[in-house]
């Protein structure tokens, strides 16, 4: 493999704000790159420097092995294209949306059209055509985005949380794109990310950001699979905990993650780990029910996020924990702020990073 893009001592400097901070990386042709950090890490930032549509204050940026400079950026830039997490469409049709770019290259329409009906089926919006861009729901407005993203086939797609704050259907719909994009036209992708699980299953390579650094950089089996000291730092990430494990004479572990709060896990571990909970594993309800979960944990609501056809909330057991539920339960649950609440789940759905 050899660099599409190289970063040397990379920094972005706004105001006194380090944003990025000496940065050097190596983004290898064909690749599935992740930027896994918690908010203000530096993620978009790094973005926008890859997609040279922010100049780094100091440090060089090699693109297929030639330097960028301020003359050639703006050629240099045609390769690349940026998916902002908040995208905005046009006020028009998908297809509009979608085929956009390539009328601006002034492809002939017959191919523009054949290519906007590939680029749809990728995000499963087959037949969309048609339809005012506007009118969708959310996760169907960023799959058009990344639609309309990925039918310039450019060598480098920078994807800025693309699955954030979306509905599990609609985030599997564009993960399961972004890997046959990946696999079958060899697009090199780089995607930030907060969620350690998509971070886990997705890319080839892992760099894990913190204060605008990069401070480690792995396959996901290295960076997970090791008690690795920033991961833990990573605690501020939704549902990782860092705790200290003992064996039980049911030969499960109990893990103390802090606060009083303490959390069975099926896996066999001793001393410090990290854990993971999904937050789909986690079973939300006004009451102690019986259930066969191990985990039943007594809490209230402080955060509640209207995600359209599911709602995700924090709860505060000692510890924070997110959950996510369909918009029908939260309703019939009549939630609010400070509600007393339980979570469950099993032992055997906690993950030992
Ligand atoms: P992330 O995407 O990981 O959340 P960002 O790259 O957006 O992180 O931001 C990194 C840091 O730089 C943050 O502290 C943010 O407030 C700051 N920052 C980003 N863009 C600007 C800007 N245009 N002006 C001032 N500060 C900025
Ligand atoms: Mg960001």
């Known amino acids: 493999m050899s660099a599409l893009v190289e970063l040397n001592s990379v920094t972005k400097i706004y105001g006194n704000k380090k944003a990025v901070d000496n940065v050097n990386l190596q983004v290898q042709e064909g690749e599935i790159l992740a930027l896994l950090g918690p908010n203000g890490s530096g993620k ?5 420097i890859l997609a040279l549509l922010e100049a780094p204050t100091e440090g060089t940026i090699k693109f297929q092995g030639e330097l960028v400079t301020e003359k050639n950026a703006e050629k240099m830039r045609t390769q690349s294209t940026l998916v902002f997490q908040r995208t905005l469409l046009f006020d028009t049709t998908v297809y509009n949306n979608v085929a956009y770019g390539l009328k601006i290259r002034k492809m002939p329409r017959n191919m523009i059209d054949a290519e906007v009906k590939k680029a749809l089926q990728l995000v ?10 506007k009118k969708l729901s959310g996760g169907e407005q960023q799959r058009v985005a990344i639609a309309r993203a990925l039918v310039l086939k450019t060598k480098l797609l920078l994807l800025d949380e693309p699955t954030a704050n979306l509905d599990p259907k609609n985030a599997s719909i564009i ?9 079958e036209y060899k697009t090199t992708i780089v995607m930030a990310t907060h969620n350690m699980f ?9 760099a894990l950001m913190n204060e605008g650094q990069i401070t480690e950089t792995g396959a996901p089996a290295e960076i997970f699979g090791k008690l690795s000291k920033n991961l833990v730092r990573f605690a501020v990430l939704d549902n990782t905990f860092a705790g200290t494990a003992e064996a039980t004479s049911a030969g499960t572990i109990i893990v103390d993650i802090g606060n009083g709060v303490q959390v069975e896990v099926t896996e066999q571990r001793q001393g410090k780990v990290s854990i993971f909970v999904n937050p789909q594993d986690i079973i939300l309800s006004k009451h102690a029910v019986e259930s066969s979960a191990r985990n039943v944990l007594k809490g209230r609501v402080t955060e509640i996020k209207d995600l359209g056809s599911i709602v995700k909330l924090k709860v505060d057991v000692g510890k924070p924990f997110t959950v996510q539920v369909t918009k029908r339960s939260f309703n019939e649950m009549e939630l609010n702020l400070g509600s007393e609440v339980y979570i469950a789940f099993k032992a055997s759905s906690v993950q030992v990073l």
């Open 44 to 48: 978009t930032t790094l973005l926008k």
């Open 124 to 133: 499963k919006l087959d037949g969309f055509e048609k339809r005012h861009a």
């Open 175 to 183: 993960e399961d794109a972004i890997s046959t994009l990946n696999r």
């Open 198 to 206: 998509q971070a886990k299953s997705l890319p080839q390579r892992v």
